[in-house]
């Protein structure tokens, strides 16, 4: 049972917009900045959105983050084929004293 | 370039000891946060460990505290993780990342706990 609630999949055309939730408490998203990562199948996680909203140089403007009180959402316009890939929450967990991650969330551009 | 290499992995009976290794290079490794994530075969990324920039705090998740201890050489750049009583939950690929975002990433070194 992961700390913050991704649901496991989400699904979409190539062209289209997808949306990605992550919710958790305020010891966690409430108080401290969200991140996302993407793992394409085989390879390590990349840091997609941080803090928040931010895209680290590289990454593509069809990506975006927002937060509002304890939760969380990434976006992806103009799907591509090469965006299927794993997409995970992550923060820093005040109450734990440790980083948490959301379970993970599976795209398919079908 | 930022570069993160782990070693140190490998098959270890239950009960066992194994310390991995994170070389780091391309950016000021002893002002950086650094992390340890793992990662079960087929399942999501769970945090580690990390380690403040000078060595002085240290946190662990809750199923490795007591049996893990992180640390760090910034004279040599690197990043250990020292694993004591492995058990075979610990198999998993394990990462190390930097920074506060996790901001980089290695490509991981696979520990598998078996006999």
């Known amino acids: 049972q992961s700390v913050l609630t991704q649901p496991p999949s989400v699904s979409a055309a190539p062209g289209q917009k997808v949306t990605i939730s992550c919710s958790g408490r305020g010891s966690n998203i409430g108080n401290n900045y969200l991140h996302w990562y993407q793992q394409l199948p085989g390879a390590a996680p990349k840091l997609l959105i941080f803090?928040?909203?931010k895209r680290p140089s590289g990454i593509p403007d069809r990506f975006s983050g927002s937060k509002s009180g304890t939760s969380g959402t990434l976006g992806i316009t103009g799907l591509q084929t090469g965006d299927e890939a794993d997409y995970y929450c992550g923060t820093w967990d005040s109450s734990l004293s440790s980083v948490v991650f959301g379970g993970g969330t599976k795209l398919t551009v079908l | 370039e930022v570069q993160l290499v782990e070693s140190g992995g490998g098959l270890v009976q239950p009960g066992g000891s194994l310390r991995l290794s994170c070389a780091a290079s391309g950016f000021p490794f002893r002002t950086n946060w650094m992390h340890w994530v793992r990662q079960a075969p087929g399942e999501g990324l769970a945090w580690v460990s990390r380690i403040k920039d000078d060595g002085s705090v240290t946190n662990y998740a809750d199923s490795v505290r007591g049996r893990v201890t992180i640390s760090r050489d910034n004279a040599k750049n690197t990043l250990y993780l020292q694993m004591n009583s492995l058990r075979a939950e610990d198999t998993a690929v394990y990462f190390c990342s930097r920074d506060r975002d996790l901001s980089a990433w290695g490509q991981g070194t696979l520990v598998t706990v078996s006999s």
């Open positions: 803090d928040n909203d």
